[in-house]
């Protein structure tokens, strides 16, 4: 299909940007909405007059729906859309993106969404919606689900559909919450993310860096120990991926540990892990978590994150993790590549 798509692009150019065009305007309107048109001149750097044009013409063809709370797609739309993600993702040169990172990474399979979500929420919204696509891929009613927190998480959980009947069995936060934040805490997304597949859940109220007497006395806990059980069934675990010395920040390490983790160049930080540039981990809060000596043993891995600002805190996760799915963006995966070729 690839070549063929080659060849349409060498006959008719203008008619292959010109469909680009138009694909890349539907898909942003279903990424963002109910929106505005402004949302979406925003979010493509396209004239507000092009973008008018579009969705002149979608509206008549019954793609779009027009309302005063904005504009939504419609279910011929949404078929439209979905039909067409491989040929686009081909056409736009994403598909040979992503097989060669995977490749650079050595890693099982990489997804990647137009942009950087350093600054687009379009891109933010596309890495949610590609994860979701493929955890519904591999999940059924006997899994276990592990998530962490974080505002990938959060995109991925926004992106899950209400379904109808059971997608998995259970639903656990991949460790103990942190920050302030309620609703970017791995509890809350596992809740919310159990309601939307019809599942069951468990929590972890806990806090990281506890005193080691303190933490073996929580996991003693009926509640505690009943959900320490449950991650220990995980087969499935959504991981986001954060810059190691911001985390530790976040997670308020004392400052001996901090100073030690920038002295030794820590670039990436997951699940209570964090890593230098190699891949090696440095540290591991005092914290429930998922191991990460464990996770080669789980049947899916998908980890979501992107921005050229996380490149270096991507790559350096991928090395403990080859058997994992990584969802990224544009941004992060050509700044991976330049500093592998550096």
């Known amino acids: 299909m690839e070549d063929k798509l080659q060849l349409i692009r060498k006959i008719a150019p203008d008619l292959t940007e010109e469909m680009i065009k138009r694909y890349r305007v539907l898909k942003t309107v279903r990424l963002l909405q109910p929106c505005g048109r402004r949302m979406v001149v925003l979010a493509l750097g396209m004239t507000e007059r092009t973008v008018r044009s579009e969705i002149e013409r979608f509206s008549v063809q019954k793609l779009v729906q027009v309302s005063k709370t904005g504009m939504t797609v419609t279910d011929e739309g949404m078929e439209v859309l979905d039909g067409l993600d491989t040929i686009f993702s081909i056409m736009t040169g994403l598909s040979v993106l992503e097989e060669k990172l995977a490749k650079r990474l050595g890693v099982k399979r990489v997804l990647i969404a137009q942009g950087d979500a350093d600054v687009s929420e379009r891109s933010r919204k596309e890495m949610g919606q590609l994860a979701m696509r493929r955890l519904l891929e591999k999940t059924d009613e006997k899994s276990c689900i592990a998530i962490t927190g974080g505002t990938a998480m959060e995109d991925l959980v926004l992106a899950?559909?209400?379904?109808?009947?059971?997608?998995?069995?259970?639903?656990?936060?991949?460790?103990?919450?942190?920050?302030?934040?309620?609703?970017?805490?791995?509890?809350?997304?596992?809740?919310?993310?159990?309601?939307?597949?019809?599942?069951?859940?468990?929590?972890?109220?806990?806090?990281?860096?506890?005193?080691?007497?303190?933490?073996?006395?929580?996991?003693?806990?009926?509640?505690?120990?009943?959900?320490?059980?449950?991650?220990?069934?995980?087969?499935?675990?959504?991981?986001?991926?954060?810059?190691?010395?911001?985390?530790?920040?976040?997670?308020?390490?004392?400052?001996?540990?901090?100073?030690?983790?920038?002295?030794?160049?820590?670039?990436?930080?997951?699940?209570?892990?964090?890593?230098?540039?190699?891949?090696?981990?440095?540290?591991?809060?005092?914290?429930?978590?998922?191991?990460?000596?464990?996770?080669?043993?789980?049947?899916?891995?998908?980890?979501?994150?992107?921005?050229?600002?996380?490149?270096?805190?991507?790559?350096?996760?991928?090395?403990?993790?080859?058997?994992?799915?990584?969802?990224?963006?544009?941004?992060?995966?050509?700044?991976i590549i330049e500093l592998l070729e550096a």
Do not use: W
């Open 160 to 335: 899950a559909p209400e379904m109808s009947k059971p997608m998995a069995k259970m639903i656990v936060p991949a460790r103990g919450s942190i920050g302030r934040k309620m609703e970017l805490q791995a509890d809350t997304l596992a809740v919310q993310l159990a309601e939307k597949l019809q599942a069951d859940y468990r929590l972890l109220h806990l806090p990281d860096n506890l005193s080691e007497t303190a933490l073996e006395e929580m996991k003693k806990q009926p509640e505690i120990s009943e959900t320490i059980q449950e991650m220990e069934k995980a087969n499935i675990l959504l991981l986001g991926v954060g810059n190691a010395l911001d985390m530790a920040e976040k997670r308020r390490l004392d400052e001996e540990i901090r100073i030690y983790l920038a002295e030794q160049e820590a670039v990436a930080e997951a699940c209570g892990y964090y890593f230098n540039k190699s891949g090696e981990v440095l540290y591991k809060t005092r914290s429930i978590a998922i191991d990460f000596n464990e996770i080669d043993n789980m049947d899916e891995v998908i980890v979501v994150a992107g921005g050229e600002k996380k490149a270096e805190s991507i790559f350096a996760v991928s090395q403990s993790i080859p058997g994992g799915v990584f969802v990224t963006d544009e941004g992060a995966a050509l700044k």
